[in-house]
T-cell receptor, first 113, second 114 residues
Framework: AQKVTQAQTEISVVEKEDVTLDCVYETRDTTYYLFWYKQPPSGELVFLIR??????QNEISGRYSWNFQKSTSSFNFTITASQVVDSAVYFCALRYNNNDMRFGAGTRLTVKP | KAGVTQTPRYLIKTRGQQVTLSCSPISGHRSVSWYQQTPGQGLQFLFEYFSETQRNKGNFPGRFSGRQFSNSRSEMNVSTLELGDSALYLC?????????????FGPGTRLTVL
């Protein structure tokens, strides 16, 4: 079965703390893509990153970093020195079979000043 | 480049009515997907259109339908509305290239069924 699990429903941190959002996926496909999206209170999902199954290189973009590990089927997202503006719901997603897309349930991150 | 646009942004209907939502993808994107987002069920895939053809379909009843026009704009229709159809409906477009297949989402249409 194709599945994305975000076990953390809600996380609350204080500004400047580091926080890691977990994502575990299941797929039988050898070619697949993983994504992270941010959904602020306005409702629009904002694309953050895409990774394909053949590229396990970790990525850093400013305060954001992603750790992709095929051995554990995980694609975790870390925010360093969190800020209030990072407060949002974050979704991990899996594209498989070239077109099918499955989203995790989302993790609501609250960053308190 | 303009992003994905959706109209209307908010809609209030009553049970039994039907509704049509519209989505204009990013210029050059031929794939348009629709999602329903509710607090209880999360983000659920409705269907995807590519070049005016439905390419993929989620597990929703036949009351939910869609179409895509030659300019890639897409509409979604829900007939015989039920209270449970109240949700945020999101449209997303993508290039449909293996190297650039991330979806870009519109702001959504919030539908309330009374």
């Amino acid at each position: 079965a194709q599945k994305v699990t975000q076990a953390q429903t809600e996380i609350s941190v204080v500004e400047k703390e580091d926080v890691t959002l977990d994502c575990v996926y299941e797929t039988r496909d050898t070619t697949y893509y993983l994504f992270w999206y941010k959904q602020p209170p306005s409702g629009e999902l904002v694309f953050l990153i895409r990774r394909n199954s053949f590229d396990e290189q970790n990525e850093i973009s400013g305060r954001y970093s992603w750790n992709f590990q095929k051995s554990t089927s995980s694609f975790n997202f870390t925010i360093t020195a969190s800020q209030v503006v990072d407060s949002a719901v974050y979704f991990c997603a899996l594209r498989y079979n070239n077109n099918d897309m499955r989203f995790g349930a989302g993790t609501r991150l609250t960053v308190k000043p | 480049k303009a992003g994905v646009t959706q109209t209307p942004r908010y809609l209030i209907k009553t049970r039994g009515q039907q509704v049509t939502l519209s989505c204009s993808p990013i210029s050059g994107h031929r794939s348009v997907s629709w999602y329903q987002q509710t607090p209880g069920q999360g983000l659920q895939f409705l269907f995807e259109y590519f070049s005016e053809t439905q390419r993929n379909k989620g597990n929703f009843p036949g009351r939910f339908s869609g179409r895509q026009f030659s300019n890639s704009r897409s509409e979604m229709n829900v007939s015989t509305l039920e209270l449970g159809d109240s949700a945020l409906y999101l449209c997303a477009s993508r290039l449909d290239s293996p190297s650039y297949n991330e979806q870009f989402f519109g702001p959504g249409t919030r539908l309330t069924v009374l």
